[in-house]
C-alpha cells in the first residue's frame, strides 16, 4: 500500500489582508517547526499570495489558491489562470469547494475543466468528489489528486461528523476510486475530511483508516490553532 503522507491544509477564504496572511503565516511556521511527516498548506486570497509566498521563505509549507479558470489566456473579466497562480509560487489549487457551487453557481462540467487545467500545468490540487469526468475517460487520476469530502452541514457550523461516520464515507469514496480508475489512484490519493475541525477533534479524525489530513476553514486563521490541528500527532 501507497504511504499517504497526511496534509492539513488552510482555506483562508476571504479572509486577510497581505500584512496579516505573511504574518499568520510566519505564525504557523513558528508553531510547527519541530513537526515532522505531515504535509501543511495555506490557501489565501489571491491578493495574498505573493507576500505569503514570501513569508513561507524555506519553512516547506505549500501554497495553494482558492480558485482558478481553466484557459491559460485571454478576455476572462476577473479570472487568473494556473499559470498566473504558479507565478506567484503556487504549487495548489482548490477547486469545486461547496462555497464556489452554492454561492457562485459553479456547475460540474467547470470544475472538471478547471482541474484538467490545473493538472496540465502541473498545480496539484483539491477536489470535491464529482467533476472528475475527464479523468474517468483516461481512467487514471493523477496520484497527486487530493480530494476532500466535507459535509455541507459541518462547514462553519461547529459540527463535525464523527470519526466513524467520517471513516465510512472517505472508505467510500476510496473504493469508488478502485472502481473507477485503473491507475493506483485507490491507494495513492489523499482524501481530507473538512468540517469544523479543530485541534480537539483532529486526532480522533486523522486516527480513522482512510481519512489523510483535513482541510480547514475558520480555525485556519490563528496560527496556535491551526498549528494545534497540524501537531494532531501522526502515527
Ligand atoms: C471549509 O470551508 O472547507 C471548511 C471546512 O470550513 P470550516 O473548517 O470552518 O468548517
Excluded at 499517504?4 to 496579516?20: D, Q, S, T, V, Y
Aim: hydrophobic share 45%.
Amino acid at each position: 500500500m501507497a504511504l499517504r503522507i497526511p496534509m492539513i491544509a488552510g482555506n483562508w477564504k476571504m479572509n486577510l489582508g497581505i500584512a496579516e496572511g505573511a504574518e499568520l503565516v510566519r505564525g504557523i511556521a513558528a508553531g510547527i517547526r519541530d513537526v515532522k511527516g505531515v504535509d501543511v498548506l495555506v490557501a489565501p486570497p489571491f491578493t495574498a499570495l505573493p507576500a505569503v509566498r514570501e513569508a513561507i521563505g524555506d519553512a516547506g509549507i505549500f501554497l495553494g489558491a482558492q480558485n482558478m479558470h481553466w484557459e491559460t489566456e485571454g478576455a476572462y473579466t476577473g479570472e487568473v489562470s494556473a499559470a498566473m497562480l504558479k507565478e506567484t509560487g503556487c504549487t495548489h489549487v482548490i477547486l469545486g469547494h461547496s462555497e464556489r457551487r452554492s454561492l457562485f453557481r459553479e456547475p460540474s462540467e467547470d470544475i472538471d475543466r478547471k482541474a484538467a487545467a490545473a493538472v496540465r500545468e502541473g498545480l496539484i490540487r483539491r477536489q470535491l468528489e464529482g467533476s472528475l469526468q475527464q479523468f474517468r475517460v483516461q481512467g487514471s487520476m493523477p496520484a497527486s489528486t487530493i480530494l476532500a469530502y466535507e459535509p455541507v452541514w459541518a462547514i462553519g457550523t461547529g459540527l463535525t461528523a464523527t470519526p466513524d461516520e467520517a471513516r465510512e464515507v472517505h472508505g467510500f469514496i476510496r473504493g469508488w476510486l478502485g472502481d473507477t480508475f485503473v491507475s493506483d489512484a485507490a491507494d495513492q490519493v489523499r482524501i481530507l475530511y473538512g468540517g469544523s475541525v479543530k485541534p480537539g477533534n483532529a486526532a480522533d479524525l486523522m486516527a480513522q483508516p482512510d481519512i489523510d489530513g483535513a482541510l480547514v476553514g475558520g480555525a485556519s486563521l490563528q496560527a496556535e490553532t491551526f498549528a494545534g490541528i497540524v501537531r494532531f500527532d501522526p502515527v
